[in-house]
């Protein structure tokens, strides 16, 4: 009896439940699920660093090839929209992660939970079998009273065992999950961090991209500033070269003017003497010789350069890299400050002095009211009023102040003073 007692014991505790497993919890997926969100959101972040590597690249370019802080600024701003763009995306990142890592917390814990009862559920069974003894089945089994107990001694046993071996595996089971979740714990912590400090290096960018943009602005302005009064300085400096030129102009025709009248009185004066029988009188001296015209438009494209050099800026209108134009009415030539300059033809010297604005300046009229102008001189070696010939060293390079650097501005005034282009005037090189 006390067999078959111990024996309906074992069958009823086999009969009660074990405890179902501990079951993670499911929420209602979205229309993307936030691991969809995830890999979308790591998709964009890789293309945002993708699209800022670019920037960068055009930003060493830019200024590499110009200072032109114009586009500079804009390349800025648009790395601080990526940036900004690529904060959002690791926010979100470290937000997903932060969920992922309390889910897994909470499913760690439970796990941890469950398998504390398993095992003690087991403990409990392996010190009901030690009591019990190697024998016990046997024992069950051959003190039945009849084929029907027998029957039912035996399907209890199994039962019993039955239970035993899936506790064992739950429990298995329950450790292989703890290791699990304990790994994608510290995976998600690793994640976690390394987002937290690319967040950290990426506000720290963001902070020298507002510093540098700052310095950029403060460079434009600088830069801005400069522009317009060295506009302002080359319209005052135009004005006053015009003037000059208005005044040599009007000079020559005013000489013109009285050589024609000395020479109409002249002609009077021989023919009165003539009908009057008297010796003709000697004609008068002009009161400043001019020599010939030597410069037509016939010399258009057969001048020779006055220096040797590269092209600083061409006639016209000019473009600056922040918008602004400036018009030029001659030829920038660069070259070594001190280089000889010679005259592109003969003629005489009507100016050879600092002129404000220009430097040590160098005007020669080729008569015809044709001139050719060298400014920016560092010296002058002829004197006003003298005639030289084509070729002739009229002074040195000199610039060597200005934004352009060293050069010689040369200028070819047609009558009336009007600036025409002297590309066009020389010979090809």
């Known amino acids: 009896m006390r067999a078959a007692r111990l024996a309906l014991a074992l069958a009823l505790a086999a009969a009660l439940p074990a405890g179902a497993p501990a079951q993670r919890r ?10 969809q969100q995830l890999t979308e959101s790591q998709r964009r972040l890789q293309e945002i660093r993708e699209e800022r590597s670019e920037l960068r690249r055009d930003l060493s370019g830019i200024r590499s090839r ?35 890592i309390d889910e897994t917390t909470d499913e760690l814990l439970r796990t941890q ?32 009273h009849s084929f029907a107990d027998l029957l ?35 995976r998600s912590y ?21 510093e540098q943009r700052s310095t950029t602005l403060s460079s434009l302005r600088s ?29 020559r025709r005013e000489e013109e003017r009285r050589e024609r009248n000395r020479a109409a009185e002249a002609e009077r004066a021989r023919s009165a003497a003539v009908a009057a029988g008297r010796p003709a009188p ?40 922040n918008g602004t134009a400036i018009r030029y009415n001659g030829l920038g030539i660069g070259a070594a400050a001190g280089t000889p300059v010679r005259a592109v033809e003969g003629g005489r010297v009507e100016m050879a002095a600092p002129f404000e604005g220009y430097g040590p300046t160098v ?10 102008l060298y400014l920016y001189l560092k010296e002058v070696q002829v004197r006003p009023g003298t005639t030289i010939a084509k070729g002739q060293v009229i002074g040195t390079v000199g610039g060597e102040g200005t934004p352009e650097g060293a050069h010689v501005e040369f200028q070819i005034r047609t009558p009336g003073g009007e600036a025409v282009d002297p590309l066009t005037w020389l010979r090809g090189r």
């Open 223 to 251: 830069h801005e500033r400069t522009t317009v009064e060295r506009i302002d300085e080359l319209l005052r400096d135009e004005r006053r070269l015009t003037s000059l030129m208005s005044t040599l102009e009007a000079r």
């Open 190 to 210: 690793t994640d976690l961090t390394y987002l937290q400090n690319e967040r950290a290096q990426e506000h720290a960018q963001l902070g020298d991209m507002a």
């Open 66 to 100: 110009v200072h032109d802080v114009t586009a500079e600024i804009r390349n800025i701003q648009r790395q601080r929209e990526v940036s900004a763009s690529l904060l959002r995306e690791l926010n979100f990142q470290m937000s997903e992660t932060q969920r992922k």
């Open 26 to 35: 499911q929420p209602q997926p979205p229309q993307r699920t936030p691991d």
């Open 152 to 186: 039912n001694r035996y399907k209890y046993l199994y039962l019993v065992a039955l239970r035993d071996r899936r506790l064992v595996g739950e429990v298995a089971e329950l450790q292989h999950q703890l290791q699990l979740r304990e790994h994608e714990l510290r």
């Open 282 to 321: 000697p004609p008068p001296a002009p009161v400043a010789p001019r020599p010939a015209a030597t410069m037509t438009t016939a010399d258009v494209g057969n001048l020779d350069w006055p220096v040797s050099g590269s092209l600083v800026y061409r006639f016209g209108r000019a473009v600056q890299s």
């Open 363 to 372: 005007v020669v009229s080729h008569g015809g009211g044709y001139y050719s």
């Open 113 to 144: 939970d469950e398998l504390a009862q398993k095992r003690a559920l087991l403990d409990r069974r392996l010190r009901d079998i030690y009591k019990r003894g190697p024998l016990q089945a046997e024992e069950v089994l051959l003190t039945a």
